[in-house]
């Protein structure tokens, strides 16, 4: 059994992980995610394709609503500003992919402050809400200044090309997704061991006794919803091109849920969490389906009519359940398996 | 001049559907201390029940109305039962993220159990125009606002004679003190819940009658935010009103400005009001002591 772990120094304390083998298994993690493209095929490389994307937005979320503890109901609303601002851009007026990228990111990095301030005294449910009426408002821009993004025709966008090297195909399409991920969750994890990260806890856990160590609430919080926004915006640039067509329908509220249910799935408040909750989130469909068409032809047959709805059961029971039966969620019952694998056959 | 007062007239209607709608967030965050996202797909779901009972015996609306409302009592007291009472004494965050899912849920399986096309409820009656000066209103219009007025009616009387009543406003004021004065807060709970589906049904009803039922009825509840914000979350009067006056401005700035801002109109009035009044026309304010 492991014993006498001992932390002199605050690098220690911070460190990613103090701890050879899980790094040895990142590293493995990563090795086998940039030779997947290779080895998997087109059906199941897309699945790899979407829960990276999905885990980059969820990521972005998680910056706002696990870390600080905002509760953020508009999530669809960056999302969908960061598509349109590669969208435009790049499609319609052909500039290069850099400046998508950068406008996807900043344009709703920008909005976001918009949202910010007048959020920063509203707490709890009461941002939830303004950030609820603030994606409606959003998606009703967006169709009615049809002259730059053409209404509810919506915009094609085709693969991007930069460095020299096109993303036409899907294997050079999943490893700027994978490439996109790992920045963006290197990103996450290292904000969160840096002084704005443990502000942004203290904000979330009581931001009175925050007050009074002198974090600087307003500020922290605005960052917050800015680092969000911008790396939500960079995931829906990506899905609109995984897309290939960004309309308001492709980023239907829904996927606000979805992002909440992925945090909460996973554990909320935890960077772990994010990858399995979007891993669990993008698979649910599937492995509703699959245990679907175990039960016989009609049962499947309901899947193909009614594939969208089950799909929104599914979150939403997944949802209900993981808070009344696991509210730790993956996370906690991942923790748990690998301290009875440590401990074994001891239980503490 | 008539054309605003037509305007104003059916915005009062709208408005009225809204009211009611929202008096049922205000009825739930006031015993419970939570938004309950689910409220506009409980409409639906009520106005479906409707539907079908109206499909199955035509011409009777009685008959129609008093399923709809039993529905609506049913409804409310499983949903408090099944899901909400095991996550009592949990974070308001995920009670409210349970509500969520909830509304998920039921919105799919509206598509799932009905289908996705809209359909007029016929209850045979309703329809008839009725002439107020110059203005052609229909009766189920006229019905809605009176509806309305009773139901405020009736949750003034409630809050301030009935026993549930007072015992609601005691486990609003401290959950607590009310427990040790030998309050049920689980059967407050659900009473609130209850009563709470049941004017969200008779909403939903209106709302069919002078629409159509349609899978996006659930809109009904987004659209009842802004009154209940505008209203005060804690104050199940003050939301009928807000409904009122959300509806009217909705469509005021449909037929002055331009229609397609009716759609947002309650969503700026929400972000206007939580800058300037976050508790609302009659809400109380909240007094953080640390």
């Known amino acids: ?348 | 001049m008539q054309y605003l007062l037509d305007q104003v007239i059916s915005g009062i209607a709208v408005g009225a559907i809204y009211g009611l709608v929202a008096m049922g967030f205000a009825l739930i965050y006031k015993a419970t201390g939570l938004v309950n996202f689910a409220q506009g797909e409980m409409s639906m779901i009520t106005a479906y029940i409707a539907w079908s009972i109206a499909g199955t015996v035509s011409g009777n609306p009685w008959l129609v109305v008093g399923g709809a409302l039993a529905a609506s009592v049913v409804l409310g007291l499983a949903i408090e039962r099944v899901v909400m009472r095991p996550m009592l004494g949990e974070p308001v965050f995920a009670t409210v993220m349970v509500t969520i899912g909830l509304a998920v849920v039921l919105r799919s399986a509206t598509l799932l159990i009905w289908d996705a096309y809209p359909h007029a409820l016929d209850i045979g009656a309703g329809r008839e125009i009725v002439h107020i000066g110059d203005t052609g209103v229909r009766s189920a219009q006229l019905a809605v606002m009176a509806t309305l007025l009773l139901a405020l009616g009736a949750f003034w009387a409630f809050f301030r004679y009935s026993r549930i009543g007072k015992a609601m406003r005691a486990v609003a004021a401290d959950e607590r003190a009310a427990k040790l004065m030998g309050i049920s807060a689980a059967r407050i709970h659900a009473v609130a819940w209850t009563a709470s589906s049941v004017i969200a049904g008779i909403a939903g009803v209106f709302s069919a009658l002078l629409y159509d039922v349609s899978p996006n009825m659930f809109h009904v509840g987004l659209k009842s935010f802004p009154a209940t914000i505008l209203g005060g979350l804690d104050s199940v009067l003050g939301s009928g009103f807000g409904g009122v006056i959300i509806g009217v401005a909705e469509n005021l700035a449909a037929g002055y400005l331009a229609p397609s801002v009716k759609e947002i109109t309650g969503f700026i009035v929400i972000i206007a009001m939580l800058m300037i009044r976050p508790f609302g026309l009659f809400g109380e304010r909240e007094i953080e002591r640390v």
């Open chain 1, 1 to 348: 059994m492991r014993s006498g772990h001992f932390k002199e120094r605050t690098e220690q304390l911070i460190v990613l992980s103090d701890s050879a083998p899980v790094w040895a298994w990142s590293a493995v993690l990563v090795v086998a995610l940039a030779a997947a493209p290779y080895l998997l095929n087109a059906y199941l490389l897309s699945f790899v394709v979407l829960i990276l994307i999905t885990a980059t937005g969820a990521l972005g979320l998680h910056l706002l609503t696990g870390r600080t503890g905002l509760i953020s109901l508009g999530h669809v609303g960056f999302l969908l500003l960061g598509a349109y601002a590669y969208a435009v851009p790049v499609a319609k007026y052909g500039l290069s992919p850099f400046v998508g990228f950068a406008l996807a990111g900043t344009a709703p990095a920008l909005v976001s402050v918009l949202v910010g301030i007048p959020s920063l005294r509203l707490k709890g449910l009461y941002l939830a809400i303004t950030t609820l009426a603030f994606s409606f408002i959003i998606a009703h821009l967006v169709l009615q200044m049809s002259w730059l993004t053409n209404g509810a025709r919506g915009i094609q966008v085709p693969r991007p090309e930069m460095f020299g090297i096109s993303f036409d195909s899907d294997i050079r399409f999943a490893q700027l997704c994978l490439f996109v991920a790992t920045i963006t969750l290197f990103g996450v994890l290292n904000i969160e061991r840096s002084r704005v990260g443990r502000a942004l806890m203290a904000v979330r856990d009581n931001d009175i006794a925050a007050r009074t160590m002198g974090i600087n609430l307003q500020a922290y919080k605005l960052r917050a919803f800015m680092t969000s926004a911008f790396v939500s915006g960079i995931a829906g640039a990506l899905f609109g091109i995984y897309l290939s067509f960004v309309t308001v329908e492709g980023f239907p509220f829904l996927m606000s849920i979805e992002a909440l249910a992925i945090l909460i799935v996973g554990g909320l408040g935890s960077t772990l969490g994010v990858v399995f909750g979007s891993i669990f989130i993008v698979l649910l469909p599937e492995v509703g389906r699959t245990a679907l068409s175990l039960l016989g032809e009609n049962a499947a047959k309901l899947f193909s009519t009614g594939a969208n709805e089950l799909r929104s059961v599914l979150y939403g029971v997944a949802i209900i359940l993981f808070l009344r039966f696991e509210p730790r969620g993956l996370v906690g019952l991942w923790g748990d398996r690998k301290r009875l694998w440590v401990n074994w056959p001891l239980r503490f």
